[in-house]
């Protein structure tokens, strides 16, 4: 018990010994702590960032159009029963889907010059093809979408009434194109194929048409990684037949680049933080050797041990680290979500495992930084102190 009793005596005496000469220099102490918290919450906020990149840069690069597109197999078209196992199949744990657009395409005549039409839920393809330009307004019922390409050789304009024929098998029991008015409600400028085509809700080209004919191609925007678009590929093929899918291999590319480039760059500014933290730690824990160098020659002059004055310095840097650690990996979870709103302008989840990560962390690069500080303050010779040299 008397064992027992000295060593807790000697641990609140160790205790007391460290937080009082932490005390005593108060404006070092100060700068170590910023230092350090300022490496937490840097370190805390880019672990953050890094773990939900894929689904925030999933969702922004979504803004470039679909990254999966199904067609017919072995077959003219794609049953539109098909479109929720389709769904499913994509959505099934394996990604964030954004949004989907089946298409279905005829040729109909404007002014007897034939143009392209695309019928689709323009609901959809405003949220899978987010980058379109319409000068004007997207189109309700009875009213069309033109591209710009159409609109300059056609001569059309917004709010410009057209007649869409199409004859091609006609409605049954009618020896004459089938004709419907139309309302050009705006135009479309991507700079791509789009500009060629006349896209309206698919109910109105069905209804020009007069039949309710399958889907020619649908498109998925699916936030996801590489090896997660491979599976949805797998599942789809394997769960609804006569239909292939195939991601769009250059916006897959594309984004296996940009997220590599990001992990990079934010491995590459942790560590360099963290080297920062270390350099300026070690610079405050030297300046206090110098600082107490006659207090060391008198101590070990008096008989302490090396481990003695080690394990001081030693405990101060730790406790430093302790506390900017705790600090910073508080502040750092607030950094992450500032940044993420400003630049994603979405929230991520607030993991608090990372505040703990980060005093560890904090511990750990203070006391490789007191290395050199201790090493000093161990070498010192109580005979050349005391003499003033």
Known sequence: MAVENSGASRRRMYVRMVLRSLSRRRSRVVIALLAI????????????????????????????GANLVVI???????????????????GDGDGDLVGRAAYRYETVTINSQPVSAAGTDLDDVRAVRPYWQVSGAWPQAGEILVGRDVADQLGLATGESVTLAW???????SDSDSTDEFTVSGVLDTGGSEDALVILERAGLEGLTGEVRAIDVVEYSVATSADQMSAIVTRITESTPGVAASPVKRLARSETTVLATLSSLLLL????????????????????????????????????????????FLGEGMALGALGGLAGGIAGLGFAQVVSLNVFSRGIATDWTLVPI????????????????????????????????
């Open 37 to 64: 918290a300022i490496g937490a919450t840097t370190l805390t906020g880019l672990i953050s960032i890094y773990t939900d990149i894929p689904r925030l840069m999933g969702r922004e690069l979504r803004s470039y």
């Open 72 to 90: 017919p197999d072995g077959k003219p078209v794609i049953d539109a029963n098909v479109l929720p196992a389709l769904d499913a199949a994509v």
């Open 167 to 173: 004859s091609a098998g006609k409605k049954q029991g």
């Open 269 to 312: 500014v942790t560590v360099i933080v963290l080297a920062l933290t270390m350099i300026t730690v070690a610079t405050t824990m030297m300046a206090v050797v110098a600082e107490r160098r006659a207090e060391i020659g008198l101590r070990k002059a008096l008989g302490a041990e090396n481990r003695s004055i080690i394990g001081e």
């Open 358 to 389: 980060a005093v560890l962390a904090s511990v750990a690069v203070t006391a490789v930084a007191c290395i050199v500080p201790v090493r000093r303050a161990a070498y010192i010779e109580p005979a050349i102190v005391l003499r003033g040299e």
